[in-house]
């Protein structure tokens, strides 16, 4: 069972995870809080999220993230997948969705997610990792606060390195 | 050159650090290749034919005295006492080892080097004028914008696994010496009607297998907006840039696919969603780089040195240096130095650690302490003196550095080849140099005057065969190095891509055949024309017909 780390002001912690990923030929479980495909948010999403569970979604990169805006802000996370840790889509995706759609809540990187991505997925806006290579909720805290600076704007909101008090 | 303040030194520091880390973890085994493979190259290194090579970016070209020690320390510390420059004005080193490299990006680091981001997906070093600063051709220094680039590239969290590598080029000149046409993106600086400055934006332009001239999609970018409009353009390619298939993933193929005018539109459509508050410098950021641009003291002095033209005047060999390797400079009495790496016998591009120290001396002692590096594989000495120009060209006689050759024939861009690379399907190096012996004596080179050629060793065209006025492209025919020619191609403001002489040639006729198209091309020349004029002018059936003619 691949285990959930979700991003802590201190850090990074290991979690629970509530949420079921169903595929689209299975049948929704009763009373489970669950992750969709975009493709069944679409065509059941207000029955789901009508039903009284915690409802999420999975992203998949060819698939354009404005078009979860209408459910956003009842969403509890967003999984954003990485079918392959090169496919640098997810990271647009996430970018969008925190700066452009405004969601506050779960952005979660799913597939194949190494650790060595994880200072790229923090400035994105993911605060929640399902590690593909047994890296645990340390790792991930050390590889967050690897580099001292940043040159540009993200999603995380870090001061970049021209408006640190030692430059502005 | 820009002066590193504490927060570019800590960068550095701690990307040497993490990637420390990350080669003990390969060397431990913890990281297959296949892992590990992504972020070594992000780190500028690959897995050749015989070692690991080392591409250590030279940002816009520019280096100063330290960084030039340095670079001739690490080559005969770490490699076989030598470096090779390449078109995009960074130097590879081909014998490297990977329990090294982390020592070598710290003992870069302390000089402010690096190797970031000179390979990989992701966006590339920037390349610019190597003249930056010294001609008198721009409208603005392109060192600041290429310094800006620089900067909010490095790391970018949302654009370092892009579809396929990105290069972008920045010149400030009407003359072109970056070859912005055929990077993935390419910016030139103007000023407008009102005098603001602003940038003509292409996009779409690169070589390899499908070779494009980029399609300006903004004439004229409030030079100001420069960051966020990369950031659309970036973010319309990571999104809709193929990923299906490698040879289909350069943005030169999206903007193909869609149309330069529904590509800029689809860029203009993500621009306007921006905040430009958070994308774009502040202006007081774009006044502090251009303030670290330390500027060289240059002293006022007279515009003609009596001196220097005597000198010119009673020695033939300083004169044909002049003529051919000396430029006007912005300031009264100071000149621009090409230095050739394009020796008669050496490998195009390559400086052995003696070379580079000699470099270094001259730098500091005569040319305000710079020196800088060109897509076409030589140096230049940017701040020179007249008056020195004699003890320069001595000095750089006596190191193998003085060949009066630049934009000339001998003047050849060549990739690795099949030499060192394990891509090519053919050498490079060798065809170069067979090429250049036929033209050592220089009056013949002087009478054909500015002739480009450029070699690959393989269609990936890192040496540029598409854009050379002769181009030669090394092709495997049941196992034998052909030599494919093209006509045609030039890399600079009036940029086109190369046409297909005909059959490909043997390795031993490529030089008899550019001996052939050089008669051509003398016999039917007009008025001064370059060989690329006189091509455009009469087309390929006079060159195609006396090429074969021989042949056969």
Same mark, same amino acid.
């Given at each position: 069972?691949?285990?959930?780390?979700?991003?802590?002001?201190?850090?990074?912690?290991?979690?629970?995870?509530?949420?079921?990923?169903?595929?689209?030929?299975?049948?929704?479980?009763?009373?489970?809080?669950?992750?969709?495909?975009?493709?069944?948010?679409?065509?059941?999403?207000?029955?789901?999220?009508?039903?009284?569970?915690?409802?999420?979604?999975?992203?998949?990169?060819?698939?354009?993230?404005?078009?979860?805006?209408?459910?956003?802000?009842?969403?509890?996370?967003?999984?954003?997948?990485?079918?392959?840790?090169?496919?640098?889509?997810?990271?647009?995706?996430?970018?969008?969705?925190?700066?452009?759609?405004?969601?506050?809540?779960?952005?979660?990187?799913?597939?194949? !997610?190494?650790?060595?991505?994880?200072?790229?997925?923090?400035?994105?806006?993911?605060?929640?990792? !399902?590690?593909?290579?047994?890296?645990?909720?340390?790792?991930?805290?050390?590889?967050?606060?690897?580099?001292?600076? !940043?040159?540009?704007?993200?999603?995380?909101?870090?001061?970049?390195?021209?408006?640190?008090?030692?430059?502005? | 050159?820009?002066?590193?303040?504490?927060?570019?030194?800590?960068?550095?520091?701690?990307?040497?650090?993490?990637?420390?880390?990350?080669?003990?973890?390969?060397?431990?085994?913890?990281?297959?290749?296949?892992?590990?493979?992504?972020?070594?190259?992000?780190?500028?290194?690959?897995?050749?034919?015989?070692?690991?090579? @080392?591409?250590?970016?030279?940002?816009?070209?520019?280096?100063?005295?330290?960084?030039?020690?340095?670079?001739?320390?690490?080559?005969?510390?770490?490699?076989?006492?030598?470096?090779?420059?390449?078109?995009?004005?960074?130097?590879?080193?081909?014998?490297?080892?990977?329990?090294?490299?982390?020592?070598?990006?710290?003992?870069? &680091?302390?000089?402010?080097?690096?190797?970031?981001?000179?390979?990989?997906? +992701?966006?590339?070093?920037?390349?610019?004028?190597?003249?930056?600063?010294?001609?008198?051709?721009?409208?603005?220094?392109?060192?600041?914008?290429?310094?800006?680039?620089?900067?909010?590239?490095?790391?970018?969290?949302?654009?370092?696994?892009?579809?396929?590598?990105?290069?972008?080029?920045?010149?400030?000149?009407?003359?072109?010496?970056?070859?912005?046409?055929?990077?993935?993106?390419?910016?030139?600086?103007?000023?407008?009607?009102?005098?603001?400055?602003?940038?003509?934006?292409?996009?779409?332009?690169?070589?390899?297998?499908?070779?494009?001239?980029?399609?300006?999609?903004?004439?004229?970018?409030?030079?100001?907006?420069?960051?966020? #409009?990369?950031?659309?353009?970036?973010?319309?390619?990571?999104?809709?840039?193929?990923?299906?298939?490698? #040879?289909?993933?350069?943005?030169?193929?999206?903007?193909?696919?869609?149309?330069?005018?529904?590509?800029?539109?689809?860029?203009?459509?993500?621009?306007?969603?921006?905040?430009?508050?958070?994308?774009?410098?502040?202006?007081?950021?774009?006044?502090?780089?251009?303030?670290?641009?330390?500027?060289?003291?240059?002293?006022?002095?007279?515009?003609?040195?009596?001196?220097?033209?005597? &000198?010119?005047?009673?020695?033939?060999?300083?004169?044909?240096?002049?003529?051919?390797?000396?430029?006007?400079?912005?300031?009264?009495? #100071?000149?621009?130095?090409?230095?050739?790496?394009?020796?008669?016998?050496?490998?195009?591009?390559?400086?052995?650690?003696?070379?580079?120290?000699?470099?270094?001396?001259?730098?500091?002692?005569?040319? @305000?302490?710079?020196?800088?590096?060109?897509?076409?594989?030589?140096?230049?000495?940017?701040?020179?003196?007249?008056?020195?120009?004699?003890?320069?060209?001595?000095?750089?006689?006596?190191?193998?550095?003085?060949?009066?050759?630049?934009?000339?024939?001998?003047?050849?861009?060549? +990739?690795?080849?099949?030499?060192?690379?394990?891509?090519?399907?053919?050498?490079?190096?060798?065809?170069?140099?067979?090429?250049?012996?036929?033209?050592?004596?220089?009056?013949?080179?002087?009478?054909?005057?500015?002739?480009?050629?450029?070699?690959?060793? +393989?269609?990936?065209? +890192?040496?540029?065969?598409?854009?050379?006025?002769?181009?030669?492209?090394?092709?495997?025919?049941?196992?034998?190095?052909?030599?494919?020619?093209?006509?045609?191609?030039?890399?600079?403001?009036?940029?086109?891509?190369?046409?297909?002489?005909?059959?490909?040639?043997?390795?031993?006729?490529?030089?008899?055949?550019?001996?052939?198209?050089?008669?051509? #091309?003398?016999?039917?020349?007009?008025?001064?024309?370059?060989?690329?004029?006189?091509?455009?002018?009469?087309?390929?059936?006079?060159?195609?017909?006396?090429?074969?003619?021989?042949?056969?």
């Amino acid at each position: 069972m691949p285990s959930l780390i979700k991003l802590t002001p201190a850090g990074a912690e290991p979690v629970e995870d509530r949420f079921v990923t169903v595929l689209d030929e299975d049948a929704i479980p009763q009373g489970a809080d669950v992750i969709v495909s975009l493709i069944r948010l679409k065509a059941d999403g207000e029955a789901l999220l009508n039903s009284g569970v915690s409802v999420g979604v999975q992203i998949e990169p060819a698939e354009a993230v404005e078009d979860l805006a209408a459910f956003l802000p009842r969403l509890s996370v967003v999984a954003v997948a990485f079918p392959k840790f090169r496919d640098g889509r997810a990271y647009t995706s996430a970018t969008l969705l925190r700066e452009r759609l405004g969601y506050s809540g779960e952005v979660r990187a799913v597939g194949d !997610v190494l650790r060595e991505q994880a200072g790229f997925m923090l400035r994105c806006g993911f605060d929640a990792f !399902v590690p593909a290579d047994g890296s645990n909720a340390s790792d991930w805290a050390k590889a967050a606060h690897r580099h001292r600076h !940043v040159y540009q704007t993200a999603a995380d909101g870090r001061v970049p390195a021209y408006a640190e008090p030692g430059r502005a | 050159m820009y002066r590193y303040d504490a927060i570019d030194k800590e960068v550095l520091a701690d990307r040497s650090n993490e990637f420390r880390n990350q080669v003990v973890r390969r060397l431990a085994g913890e990281l297959t290749e296949d892992q590990f493979k992504p972020l070594r190259l992000m780190n500028g290194l690959y897995l050749q034919l015989h070692a690991y090579m @080392l591409r250590v970016a030279i940002p816009y070209g520019a280096l100063n005295v330290a960084q030039v020690r340095r670079l001739a320390w690490i080559a005969r510390t770490y490699d076989k006492g030598y470096g090779h420059f390449t078109t995009r004005q960074n130097i590879q080193f081909h014998w490297i080892k990977l329990r090294d490299t982390p020592d070598i990006l710290d003992a870069l &680091a302390q000089v402010d080097l690096h190797a970031i981001q000179t390979s990989g997906n +992701c966006i590339r070093n920037v390349t610019s004028d190597p003249r930056a600063g010294a001609t008198a051709e721009e409208v603005d220094d392109p060192r600041v914008w290429s310094e800006a680039i620089r900067q909010w590239s490095t790391l970018h969290p949302e654009f370092s696994y892009l579809p396929r590598k990105f290069k972008i080029a920045v010149t400030a000149s009407a003359k072109d010496r970056t070859a912005a046409k055929v990077h993935d993106v390419g910016l030139v600086l103007r000023r407008n009607r009102d005098g603001a400055l602003g940038f003509e934006v292409m996009a779409g332009g690169g070589m390899g297998r499908t070779p494009y001239i980029g399609s300006t999609i903004r004439a004229h970018l409030p030079a100001e907006r420069l960051l966020s #409009y990369l950031e659309a353009i970036l973010r319309v390619y990571n999104r809709h840039g193929r990923r299906d298939n490698i #040879y289909k993933a350069r943005i030169k193929i999206l903007v193909a696919a869609l149309g330069a005018e529904e590509f800029a539109r689809q860029v203009e459509a993500e621009w306007l969603q921006i905040d430009a508050a958070r994308a774009d410098l502040p202006e007081g950021e774009l006044a502090r780089i251009r303030a670290a641009f330390v500027q060289p003291g240059l002293e006022a002095l007279e515009p003609v040195s009596a001196a220097y033209e005597a &000198a010119r005047a009673a020695n033939s060999a300083l004169a044909r240096f002049v003529r051919n390797n000396v430029s006007a400079h912005k300031a009264p009495g #100071y000149a621009i130095v090409d230095v050739s790496l394009k020796a008669h016998d050496a490998t195009p591009g390559d400086a052995n650690a003696d070379q580079l120290e000699v470099i270094a001396d001259l730098a500091e002692r005569y040319s @305000l302490g710079e020196v800088r590096v060109t897509h076409e594989q030589n140096l230049v000495l940017p701040h020179v003196k007249q008056d020195d120009l004699l003890a320069v060209f001595e000095a750089l006689a006596a190191a193998g550095l003085a060949t009066p050759n630049i934009n000339l024939v001998s003047d050849i861009i060549a +990739c690795p080849g099949l030499d060192y690379c394990a891509l090519a399907n053919a050498r490079a190096i060798p065809v170069a140099q067979s090429i250049a012996q036929r033209f050592l004596d220089p009056e013949l080179a002087e009478k054909v005057g500015e002739l480009k050629i450029k070699i690959s060793g +393989c269609i990936n065209a +890192c040496g540029h065969h598409h854009v050379g006025h002769i181009g030669v492209l090394g092709v495997d025919k049941k196992g034998e190095e052909f030599y494919q020619l093209t006509l045609g191609g030039s890399g600079a403001e009036d940029a086109s891509i190369g046409q297909m002489l005909g059959p490909a040639l043997a390795a031993d006729q490529v030089a008899p055949a550019i001996d052939t198209l050089v008669a051509v #091309y003398l016999d039917l020349r007009q008025d001064g024309e370059r060989f690329l004029d006189t091509y455009r002018r009469t087309g390929m059936a006079p060159f195609k017909e006396a090429v074969y003619a021989v042949a056969h």
